[in-house]
Structures are given as C-alpha cells and as structure tokens.
Nanobody
Framework: QVQLVESGGGLVQAGGSLRLSCVAS????????MGWFRQAPGKQRELVAV???????NYADSMKGRFTISRDNAKNTMYLQMNSLKPEDTAVYYC???????????WGQGTQVTVSS
C-alpha cells in the first residue's frame, strides 16, 4: 500500500508564492505517473503538473511559467513551487501517483491553497 502526504498549503496574497511538498511511502521509481492535481469548489479535479515515466514533465497550460514541479528521489519527496499566484489558483491541491502495473491513482489527503485578491 502506498501513502502520499502533502504539506505546504496556506493563505497567500495574489502575486505571492508557496511551495507544496508530497512525501511518498515508496520510491518514486515505483510510479509511472506522479504529480500534482487540484480541485476548486464545484469543479472537477484537474492536472497541474506531473512527472511521467522516464522523468519527463507535463504542465497544464495555465501553470506553465508560474509553477515548477521537482523531486528529490533520495527523500521520496516531490515538490510544487508556485509563483505569481492568482485568486483562480485557489483549490485543494492533491498529490497523485500511479504505480507501475496498476491503472488506478493513489491520492494524498490534499492541502488547501487560498489566494486572496
């Protein structure tokens, strides 16, 4: 069983920055997809940024240039650096991962990010 634990959310003013962290109970090498997703009230969960197998990254268009995904394999930890935050970035941010050989995602509990105008 895999566990993902997010941290780093909070309240920030528009234009500010936050860094989210996700600690996995297994090495990220066990995942063929691992990344960040978010869900705003009344909306579906959407992709923010992910690592794909082989280490390539994929970002949602609205996050390109503002958000950066990174990871420290030695610490089984993934990060999301969020800069130039906007009120529309307000959401619960989830760490999600899909194990090699499995079709379902494993999710963390989520961390709230609120951006005030």
């Amino acid at each position: 069983q895999v566990q993902l634990v997010e941290s780093g959310g909070g309240l920030v003013q528009a234009g500010g920055s936050l860094r989210l962290s996700c600690v996995a109970s297994r090495s990220s090498l066990n995942f063929n997809v691992m990344g960040w997703f978010r869900q705003a009230p009344g909306k579906q969960r959407e992709l923010v940024a992910v690592f794909l197998i082989g280490g390539s990254t994929n970002y949602a268009d609205s996050m390109k240039g503002r958000f950066t995904i990174s990871r420290d394999n030695a610490k089984n930890t993934m990060y999301l650096q969020m800069n130039s935050l906007k009120p529309e970035d307000t959401a619960v941010y989830y760490c999600g991962a899909r194990l090699v050989g499995y079709s379902d995602y494993v999710w963390g509990q989520g961390t709230q990010v609120t951006v005030s105008s």
